[in-house]
């Protein structure tokens, strides 16, 4: 049976783990049935494959498998494992579980957000623009859990080598490119920490908030989000969308649920099954959501996305940037300028790899390679000029 919250205790680790089973086999089914998902593809042309791109509108989201080698993997792990060594060891603490300096004391944005284990820490309140209206299922952690968890930690590209090179990565950018143009810019980066038993839910929502009313709205006007995983992902702790669902406008959550009989395990979801180095892709207008992790599994998901140029230029800040940020040409340049940085540490690195091509640095590469001045000068900061929608 279901987790019903409207009539039902705070359950424990275990009463809400077998509480998915039956929702967490139904979805598994579903999702199996939904041909979208497997390698990147590119036509001759070196084009996003037709059929991935019809797949993608067509469902909301993309299973892309295989994205990043071992190799890779094995490095970001090791970047987001050090983040997580060097958290503060709760919301106010200065100091890592080890006494030294937390990472990020001197960053304009604070690179972590705690919330406490299995908890909800957006649903059902107003932040981030109360487009998270519904409150999951808070299961009870064990005694032993500490009192705040890492939920989620910015700023990638300025905290891990392997951060900045795989915001270069080449076939991300054409993907990138596919879907929202040439001229495309970036959005904000966010790496999403699911400990087994701790890690917290997010509840139901759509991304974007800015162009619900907007004339010209359509099926991609606010963007999509990469999230690359490190671990596998199962249908206990990974992400759930409901397929379709960036088609439809501004969605009543709250209604939703309601007529779910309260219960949270919204029908016609599907969950994003992963391997380590499988890249989801998911519009940020898609109904999606995820658990409170009472699975035995970790997750951890660096999240990034992308957007068009016109759905930005011009418009003010929203969810995490301030509202009387204005996104002119000047701040989309300065922004977009870390891709250019990224593809240049990656060429850097990897230096067999075909570098994508960013048009709105075009010829202006020898100006944007990795050096201690492009990093202190484009990387440095970076988040605080996300293009939040
Ligand atoms: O990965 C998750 O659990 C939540 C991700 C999410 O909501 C998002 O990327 O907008």
Not at 10 to 16: G, K, L
Not at 79 to 108: C, H, W, Y
Not at 246 to 264: M, Q
Not at 266 to 273: D, F
Request: hydrophobic share 40%; charged share 25%.
């Amino acid at each position: 049976m279901g987790i019903n919250r409207m009539n039902e205790a705070s359950p424990t680790r275990a009463e809400h783990a077998a509480g998915m089973a039956a929702y967490m086999a139904e979805g598994e089914r579903r999702a199996q049935a939904i041909d979208n998902r497997g390698p990147v593809r590119f036509d001759a042309d070196g084009k996003l494959h037709a059929d991935i791109l019809e797949a993608y509108w067509k469902d909301g989201y993309y299973v892309f498998e295989g994205v990043i080698d071992a190799d890779e993997i094995a490095q970001l792990r090791a970047g987001t494992s050090n983040m997580i060594e060097r958290a503060p060891v709760n919301r106010d603490a200065k100091v890592d579980a080890q006494g030294r300096p937390a990472l990020g004391l001197d960053f304009a944005r604070d690179p972590y957000t705690f919330a406490k284990p299995l908890s909800d820490p957006w649903g059902g309140t107003g932040v981030l623009g109360g487009r998270h209206p519904s409150q999951m299922t808070q299961p009870t952690p064990e005694a032993d859990a500490p009192e705040d968890v890492p939920f989620l930690m910015r700023g990638m590209c300025m905290t891990m080598d392997s951060g900045l090179r795989l915001y270069g990565h080449p076939h991300l950018l054409a993907i990138a490119e596919a879907i929202n143009g040439a001229d495309f810019v970036p959005f904000n980066d966010a790496i999403f920490v699911k400990q087994p038993g701790l890690g917290g839910s997010v509840a139901w929502h759509q991304d974007g908030v800015t162009h619900w009313e907007s004339a010209d709205w359509d099926e991609g006007i606010h963007g999509f989000n990469f999230q690359v995983q490190l671990y596998p992902t199962t249908a206990g702790n990974c992400l759930w969308v409901i397929p379709g669902s960036h088609k439809d406008g501004r969605i009543d959550i709250k209604r939703l649920v309601a007529e779910n009989g309260g219960s949270e395990q919204l029908p016609g979801a599907v969950p994003l099954i992963c391997s380590p180095g499988d890249v989801t892709m998911v519009n940020r207008q898609a109904l999606h959501g995820s658990f409170a992790n009472t699975s035995p599994d970790l997750r951890v998901s660096i999240t990034f996305g992308f957007h068009r140029r016109s759905s930005v230029l011009g418009q003010k800040g929203a969810l995490s940037m301030e509202s009387d940020d204005v996104y002119d040409e000047q701040r989309i340049f300065d922004r977009a300028a870390v891709i250019a940085v990224a593809i240049d540490a990656r060429q850097q690195h990897y230096p067999d790899e075909t570098p994508f091509h960013y048009q709105p640095f075009a010829g202006l590469k020898d100006d944007y390679r990795l050096t201690e001045e492009t990093f202190r000068r484009v990387i440095w900061d970076y988040n605080v000029k996300d293009l939040a929608i």
